[in-house]
């Protein structure tokens, strides 16, 4: 008797549905939708999208639509689902415009800004000048006979003190990354492969690592070369390379692994 006196007040509290079907549960609360199916123990619900499956334990009455409403309904989901599926096809659309048109103008996406090539680099270069004073201020310098030996570019001698200062830490940085157990296996025949690990030995992660393979036959000449990338290499760790070679792992008598250019974390 108490549900039936609730039931006007609660059809009342319940948002306009252009008529369906409705669930009374006997804890007070409603559900609006359409009624599927109906057995002796259950009743499959839909509301949009999302059917479940109700208990009759918990039901305390239905409120059935007549199958004219209830199609009207389901008419009306259709049209607010496509509705929304244009919205967001228009949305992607204009996004895809506006990401094209910025590429027209040579900008480039940097942390979801667009900016040119040119004040992409010069943020990259102020990284690096930035964590190299950070490192500076947590490493004691090293006494001059315990620098690593580096080798430096061709282009060293044109850059000026400021840019030599970086270039050079940059390259010490470089040298305390380690290149180890290299393994050239056979995966079929005129194919091979090349297994290494990198080690960090800095106390920065290395986000992206660029190394060079090279292979050389018994005369010492290059057999085959290709690219590898190491990715978030942290402090203490080793992160792991896999390359391809398209030659015969017969043929291959040595194998050799080189850092060309890292970026930090």
């Not at 409603?30 to 059917?51: C, Y």
Request: proline share 3%; aromatic share 6%; with cysteine.
């Amino acid at each position: 008797m108490r549900m039936i006196w609730l039931l006007p007040f609660i059809l009342f509290l319940l948002p306009s549905t252009g008529n369906a079907d409705i669930i009374i549960f006997k804890s007070g609360s409603a559900k609006v939708g359409i009624v599927e199916d109906e057995k002796p123990d259950e009743v499959t619900f839909r509301d949009h999208d999302r059917i479940v499956t109700i208990m009759r334990s918990n039901i305390e009455h239905i409120e059935h639509a007549t199958e004219e409403e209830n199609g009207n309904l389901r008419a009306k989901w259709k049209r607010e689902k496509q509705e929304l599926e244009e919205k967001r096809r228009k949305r992607m659309e204009a996004e895809k415009k506006f990401e094209e048109g910025q590429k027209a103008k040579g900008l480039i996406n940097v942390d979801g800004r667009w900016i040119s090539a040119g004040e992409a680099e010069r943020q990259r270069q102020q990284q690096i000048q930035q964590q190299i004073k950070n490192q500076q201020k947590k490493v004691q310098p090293k006494q001059e006979s315990e620098e690593p030996e580096v080798e430096l570019p061709d282009y060293f001698n044109q850059l000026d003190s400021a840019q030599q200062e970086v270039v050079l830490e940059e390259l010490k940085r470089q040298k305390e990354l380690q290149v180890g157990s290299l393994q050239v296996s056979s995966i079929k025949s005129g194919e091979a492969t090349v297994k290494g690990t990198v080690t960090n030995g800095s106390e920065m992660t290395a986000s992206s690592i660029d190394i060079i393979v090279q292979c050389y036959g018994e005369n010492d000449e290059l057999l085959g070369a290709e690219d590898a990338v190491v990715v978030s290499v942290r402090p203490g760790e080793s992160g792991y390379f896999y390359v391809p070679i398209g030659v015969d792992a017969q043929f291959i008598k040595r194998a050799e692994a080189r850092i060309v250019s890292v970026r930090w974390q």
